[in-house]
């Protein structure tokens, strides 16, 4: 396993529960909650802390969809 993804797991860890509330929305106001996860990424000033950020959504459950277009979004 690599720094970076011990590192992701740490966060990813950390965000579940998060992660977990949002998806359980069943009625989200954006396809795949991209409104919810541009809102978590937008904290980030850099490209690479928003990218590591946003494999440990992904890597918590977040929905793929919803922060790739976040993702694209910045």
């Given at each position: 396993m690599t720094e970076i993804d011990k590192i992701v797991e740490s966060i990813a860890d950390?965000?579940?529960?998060?992660?977990?509330?949002?998806?359980?929305?069943?009625?989200?106001t954006t396809k795949g909650n991209y409104g919810k996860y541009l809102q978590l990424l937008?904290?980030?000033?850099?490209?690479?802390?928003?990218?590591?950020?946003?494999?440990?959504?992904i890597k918590a459950g977040a929905n793929q969809y919803g922060v790739k277009a976040a993702l694209k979004l910045f």
């Open positions: 950390d965000i579940r529960p998060e992660v977990q509330s949002i998806e359980a929305n069943k009625n989200p937008g904290i980030f000033d850099d490209t690479a802390s928003r990218n590591v950020y946003a494999l440990a959504l």
